[in-house]
């Protein structure tokens, strides 16, 4: 059913809204319904049932990546985990996942899945920037376009460190800073064209879309980690390989693009 | 230079360096000397902005790339003991006449950020400004930073942005597109545009060399130029508009574990 969803939507994000403009969890919750009722509902069938770790709108195999290392064992938050199928990969692999996101209908949709496939952890309606559960009991917080994309760093980085213990690990995909500098207002396919300053990138809105999304420059994301007691281990500037095709659903930057110039980027870090 | 393994764009760039010095550089040393503040890059954003050195008295510094050494004489104003590396004897001897004239005296070596004529762990601080950080292979001259820092030590240096160089053409200014792909960015040959052969990395790429070096990241500025610069006068491919939307130059800072 997935594959065949005639609608598509962009990942990527454009201009700027005022300080003003509050509210981005109701925006992205509403937004994330309407995208789970489109794509993700239909799709989570055959994300859950395939136990490959990948990486973004690609599915780039984290054995190609390789910034998770061994989960076995390991206490691990996801952040906007959506559907969960993630976190059920990574449950497959012997961690002990909690997936946390703010929009009902993907939890319900994760919880059937959970159902089906036997495969069983918590589950936690929260945003990114509030997350209900206790400092310091968590291995590894994930966010794979999650409160990554979805939910301001300024609030959701204090409370990735507040949930790691000591030593633990935060990795989470967004897109790309070029690929948000070169994304067109227009529902169009990028160019080579930068279409925004890097200066003061944050909080953006896409007009066609209710959603509200959060870029920094790679500068600020240093800053903003190490501020919030993390050292910086990896950016990983994710290229598709030979095989990859363009997402029939999310668009942001076709494939051609995206082995010229990264449309997406992993962050590796850990507390110290 | 006979050894086999000189970089081809050690020569290329000293010939460069050569002419830009003779055209802009020796004539303007003394008044960059002068200067009162630590200044980055085109636009001299003040070090009270940047924060990327640590506090310099009784440190001891090398500056891979000084050129004229105007950067090593800020340093040695501050209480530092710097020591200057560069491979054009032309901008040394700038640099050496500007000693003679100011009466801030230290060590200039002529040689090359891939291989630095200078013992091991023996700095608290290697610096480059437009130096080594360019004009030199990252993958030799990172590890002769690292070589040279006592543990602990710091290293700061300023380049050519990421983003900059991917939207710069082959010959003329700085563009408001990309003209060129990430994968596979290295080393950039500018000799159609009479300029030298440069290097420049991925920000990933950079984060990954720096730590299998040994090196912990501190920072990376994205300088941007002030609201009222003026494109420089010598150095001009990048306009000041350009500069004030997007990062021409990247300080990056670390630490060595």
């Not at chain 1, 709108?57 to 691990?76: Q, Y």
């Not at chain 1, 589950?123 to 409160?147: I, K, N, Q, R, T």
Request: net charge negative; with cysteine; charged share 25%.
């Amino acid at each position: 059913m997935g594959e065949a969803v005639a609608v598509r939507r962009r990942v990527g994000g454009t201009a700027a809204i005022s300080r003003a403009e509050r509210g981005s969890v109701a925006a992205n919750v509403a937004q994330w319904t309407e995208t789970n009722a489109e794509f993700t509902d239909g799709a989570a069938e055959r994300d859950w049932n395939d136990p490959e770790l990948k990486w973004g709108v690609f599915g780039i195999p984290e054995s190609e990546v390789g910034c998770l290392g061994d989960v076995a064992g390991l206490d691990v938050v996801e952040l906007g985990c959506g559907t969960a199928f993630t976190s059920a990969r990574l449950a497959r692999r012997g961690a002990r996942p909690v997936g946390v996101d703010p929009t009902p209908a993907q939890l319900a949709t994760a919880r059937r899945m959970q159902r089906q496939s036997g495969i069983e952890f918590p589950l936690v309606e929260a945003p990114g920037e509030s997350v209900p559960l206790p400092a310091a009991s968590f291995d590894l917080v994930l966010s794979d376009y999650g409160a990554s994309l979805w939910a301001d760093p300024y609030k959701w980085i204090p409370e990735a460190a507040r949930l790691l213990r000591p030593g633990g690990r935060l990795v989470f995909l967004t897109n790309s800073q070029l690929a948000h500098l070169t994304l067109p207002e227009e529902d169009v396919t990028p160019g080579s064209m930068l279409q925004r300053a890097l200066y003061g990138m944050w909080r953006t809105k896409w007009p066609a879309y209710p959603g509200i999304e959060y870029h920094l420059s790679h500068g600020e994301w240093i800053r903003v980690l190490r501020e919030n007691g993390f050292a910086i281990d990896a950016l990983h500037e994710l290229r598709p390989g030979d095989d990859a095709v363009d997402h029939t659903y999310y668009y942001a930057h076709p494939v051609e693009w995206a082995r010229r110039w990264p449309a997406e980027e992993i962050w590796e870090a850990h507390l110290r | 230079m006979s050894s086999p393994d000189v970089p081809e764009s050690v020569a290329v760039n000293r010939e460069v360096w050569t002419r830009s010095n003779e055209k802009w550089g020796d004539a303007h040393a003394l008044a960059a000397w002068q200067q009162e503040e630590i200044g980055w890059g085109t636009w001299h954003v003040p070090e009270s902005q940047v924060l990327v050195l640590p506090a310099l008295e009784g440190l001891d510094v090398v500056e891979l790339g000084c050129g004229v050494a105007y950067f090593s004489a800020w340093l040695a104003r501050r209480g530092a003991r710097p020591t200057g590396v560069d491979p054009t004897p032309a901008q040394l001897q700038s640099a050496r006449r500007c000693q003679r004239e100011t009466g801030i005296e230290f060590p200039l070596v002529d040689g090359y950020g891939e291989r630095v004529p200078l013992p091991d762990a023996a700095f608290d601080l290697v610096l480059s400004e437009y130096g080594a950080s360019i004009w030199a292979e990252p993958y030799r001259w990172i590890p002769e930073a690292a070589r040279l820092l006592r543990p602990g030590g710091r290293l700061v240096f300023l380049c050519n942005s990421t983003l900059a160089l991917l939207c710069s053409p082959d010959t003329g200014s700085v563009e408001d597109h990309l003209l060129r792909p990430q994968f596979g960015m290295h080393r950039f040959d500018w000799r159609s545009d009479n300029d030298g052969i440069a290097f420049g990395l991925s920000h990933g790429e950079w984060i990954r060399l720096l730590r299998e070096h040994g090196f912990e990241i501190l920072k990376l500025v994205e300088i941007q130029a002030p609201a009222d610069a003026e494109t420089h006068e010598f150095y001009d491919y990048v306009p000041a508009e350009w500069a004030r939307r997007w990062p021409c130059e990247d300080v990056w800072a670390a630490r060595l574990r």
